[in-house]
Structures are given as structure tokens and as C-alpha cells.
């Protein structure tokens, strides 16, 4: 069984520009969450894709969007990037959206200069 | 809405000692809860949850948690530390709607640093 993987680990862009970040859900999960870590904080949810959309979102600006993909996979798309966007981007897959039993990723350390 | 208040940025103890991490959150409806470990550059590892039930709960590497209602706490402890266990330590809830199912968003407290001394 195939855990939870994201891409790239790590990440350098500078401010303004666009970035992509990637994840692929355990094997058999249909429900993918993704949660933004500052430093020094807890988690917080960004949103949850759920059979290829969006199913709830916290309080993040449109500039932070998402994809999901028939493979169940999906994409954080941050456009803008503001110094404060500098975080580990977290990706959780699930099993069905109410799924409160969440499996994480590794992560993907993004800084913005 | 919901939060979730760990009372302790950084926990010392010494090999061998109790470890007692506070968790307490803000809700009327008692929701799911978690503790998840995170060791440096890692992603998050759930190490146990209170669904319904049992309100002491166990979980890996010998932690264990205690549902209190009445004091909308979820602390999490282990009777002896190892010196494996130093890591940063989130407690986590999910809401609930009306129908006591789980909205799958999980809300997180700030985080709670263990230090464990030889």
C-alpha cells in the first residue's frame, strides 16, 4: 500500500510569482485535503477535494486553488505569492469527504523571497 | 468557531517520567478528536483519536488519551518517556453536523514541543 507522497519537497519563489504543488493520495482514498503550516504553528485547512471538487475551504484567499484528478490526485495552485504564503504545504487523502480519519504526506516546504 | 487551546508550547521532561500534554477545545457538541506527532521535517503520524465510546483511548508507543466532556479536554500522557518520543505534538478536532457526521476538516491547536532529557 502506497502512502501519501508530495512534490517537490522543497520549493524557493520569489514574490509574486505562481507555484504548483502536487500530491498523490494513499491507494483506495477518493478525498484529498490540503492544510497550510506556518512556522511555529499548527496546521490550517486550506480545502478538501472531493470526487474532483472542491468540498469545503477555510479561510484562504481565491489566489490559493486546487485541482483533483480522476487518479484522485491533486494540485495546490497559490498565484501572487506574498511573503506570508512561506509555510510546509501539507496534503491529507481520506477516504469519502466526511472521512474524519486523514493520513498526511511528508509535505512540501515553500519559501518566498 | 471551533478552537482548539494546547496549553504549553514546550514540555521538558526526563527519560523515564510522565508525559502530560494539555489539550482542551471550545465546543457545545463534543467532537472528534486526535493527537497527530510531527517529527522534524516530517509530515503529521496520528497517534490515537476519541470517536464515540471508550473515553480513554490508547494509542501508539504507549500514549493514551482521556475524553473529559465535562472539561472539554483531551490530554494526552504516557507513563514513561523515551527519548524517541521528543517531537512536536498537535491535538486536532472534527466537527460535527447536525447528523454526527464528521465535516473532514480538522482543526488544529498551535502545537506542543516535548523535550525529552537522559
Known amino acids: 500500500e502506497t502512502g501519501v507522497t508530495q512534490s517537490p519537497t522543497h520549493l524557493i519563489k520569489t514574490r509574486g510569482q505562481q507555484v504548483t504543488l502536487r500530491c498523490s493520495s494513499q491507494s483506495g482514498h477518493n478525498t484529498v485535503s490540503w492544510y497550510q503550516q506556518a512556522l511555529g504553528q499548527g496546521p490550517q485547512f486550506i480545502f478538501q477535494y472531493y470526487r474532483e471538487e472542491e468540498n469545503g475551504r477555510g479561510n484562504f484567499p481565491p489566489r490559493f486553488s486546487g485541482l483533483q484528478f480522476p487518479n484522485y490526485s491533486s494540485e495546490l495552485n497559490v498565484n501572487a505569492l506574498e511573503l506570508d504564503d512561506s509555510a510546509l504545504y501539507l496534503c491529507?487523502?481520506?477516504?469519502?469527504?466526511?472521512?474524519?480519519?486523514?493520513?498526511f504526506g511528508p509535505g512540501t516546504r515553500l519559501t518566498v523571497t | 468557531a471551533q478552537s482548539v487551546t494546547q496549553l504549553g508550547s514546550h514540555v521538558s521532561v526526563s527519560e523515564g517520567a510522565l508525559v502530560l500534554l494539555r489539550c482542551n477545545y471550545s465546543s457545545s457538541v463534543p467532537p472528534y478528536l486526535f493527537w497527530y506527532v510531527q517529527y522534524p521535517n516530517q509530515g503529521l503520524q496520528l497517534l490515537l483519536k476519541?470517536?464515540?465510546?471508550?473515553?480513554l483511548v490508547k494509542g501508539i508507543n504507549g500514549f493514551e488519551a482521556e475524553f473529559k466532556k465535562s472539561e472539554t479536554s483531551f490530554h494526552l500522557t504516557k507513563p514513561s518517556a523515551h527519548m524517541s518520543d521528543a517531537a512536536e505534538y498537535f491535538c486536532a478536532v472534527s466537527d460535527l453536523n447536525a447528523g454526527g457526521t464528521s465535516y473532514g476538516k480538522l482543526t488544529f491547536g498551535q502545537g506542543t514541543i516535548l523535550t525529552v532529557h537522559p
Open positions: 476519541y470517536t464515540t465510546g471508550a473515553t
Open positions: 491529507a487523502s481520506s477516504l469519502g469527504a466526511g472521512a474524519y480519519e486523514q493520513y
